[in-house]
Nanobody, 111 residues
């Protein structure tokens, strides 16, 4: 059973620093970061493959950086923290058969 645990959320000032971590147990094909605010669909921010290649939706490409510390730990950093980044951030680990979600970490950005 793959387990996914996010951390690093909390209250941050706009323009401050934020570094979210995702730790995954087990083997994966890719690990991705998503976010969701109430009333909206969960949206993809970035994902990183086992070979280290990162993919971003066009809308997120200039806003976030995803990186991999090792096979089981992935980071997400906004380039500039903005109030509109307030959301619950989720990590998803994809295996050959199924995807596993973490419980999420709340990020609140104060203007």
């Amino acid at each position: 059973q793959v387990q996914v645990v996010e951390s690093g959320g909390g209250l941050v000032q706009a323009g401050g620093s934020l570094n979210l971590s995702c730790v995954v147990s087990g083997s994966t094909i890719s690990i991705g970061w998503y976010r969701q605010v109430p009333g909206k669909e969960r949206e993809l921010i970035a994902l990183i493959l086992n070979n280290g290649r990162a993919n971003y939706p066009e809308s997120m490409k200039e806003r976030f950086t995803i990186s991999r510390a090792n096979a089981n730990t992935v980071y997400l950093r906004p380039k500039t923290v903005k109030p509109e980044d307030t959301s619950v951030y989720y990590c998803k680990a994809k295996t050959c058969w199924i995807s596993h979600w973490g419980k999420g970490t709340q990020v609140t950005v104060r203007a």
